[in-house]
């Protein structure tokens, strides 16, 4: 009576035990990488990190442009060094465990994740572009209202790209924010350069 669930049990454990020793090579690797991984962050990052604090990067940039960045320099080069090391590490898990065929997928994920990335990091230097510009011109508000109005037409135009729309709504809708700021711009040129010879022709008139 006992034969049958004892055959099913030296069964199920033989294949367990198979199973086992054919990943334990990977699991070895994968925790070479993972080691290997933490050694790089761990000295490559600290020496990175003191020679970026030697440069003063921050620093030289508030002292030159006096411009003070939202992010700091060095805390931008490490995160890029931390994610080279963490996708490097990534894609080798994908190719040892699941294989080449899942790599396509991820690199897809991956480049989509970094355009959505590089969009918001853009978002924050224009507005921190006119936010000094701002401060340093000290425009009015109505300039401040234009600057606003023209840095959210370039971000309408990145975040289009990142979308799912079809290719032809993508470039009517490029067509039409290119000719909307071209003509902002057209306009603000002439007012710019030109506002005071329309302010003296205004006066002249109502005289």
């Given at each position: 009576m006992d034969q049958p669930g004892y055959g099913f049990l030296e069964e199920f454990f033989s294949m367990i035990s198979r199973e086992i020793l054919y990943l334990m090579p990977k699991l070895l690797i994968a925790i070479l990488m993972i080691v290997t991984a933490f050694?790089?962050?761990?000295?490559?990052?600290?020496?990175?990190?003191?020679?970026?604090?030697?440069?003063?990067?921050?620093?030289?940039?508030?002292?030159?442009?006096?411009?003070?960045?939202?992010?700091?320099f060095n805390n931008i080069i490490l995160s890029l060094l931390y994610i080279g090391v963490a996708l490097a590490l990534i894609y080798g898990f994908i190719n040892l465990f699941l294989g080449?065929?899942?790599?396509?997928?991820?690199?897809?994920?991956?480049?989509?994740?970094?355009?959505?990335i590089s969009v918001i990091v853009l978002a924050?230097?224009?507005?921190?572009?006119?936010?000094?510009?701002?401060?340093?011109?000290k425009v009015e508000s109505r300039m401040k209202g234009y600057l606003?109005?023209?840095?959210?037409?370039?971000?309408?135009?990145?975040?289009?790209?990142?979308?799912?729309?079809?290719?032809?709504?993508?470039?009517?809708?490029?067509?039409?924010?290119?000719?909307?700021?071209?003509a902002s711009l057209a306009v603000f040129s002439i007012w710019f350069f030109f506002h005071e010879y329309f302010d003296k022709m205004l006066e002249k008139r109502r005289r």
């Open positions: 050694i790089i962050l761990r000295f490559v990052g600290g020496g990175v990190r003191k020679l970026l604090s030697m440069a003063d990067v921050d620093g030289m940039i508030k002292r030159y442009s006096g411009i003070e960045l939202p992010i700091s080449e065929a899942y790599i396509e997928m991820a690199t897809s994920v991956m480049i989509y994740g970094a355009r959505v924050i230097l224009l507005f921190t572009a006119s936010s000094a510009v701002i401060e340093k011109i606003f109005f023209i840095v959210m037409l370039l971000l309408t135009a990145m975040l289009i790209d990142i979308t799912a729309l079809s290719e032809p709504v993508k470039q009517s809708l490029y067509t039409g924010l290119a000719i909307g700021i071209g």
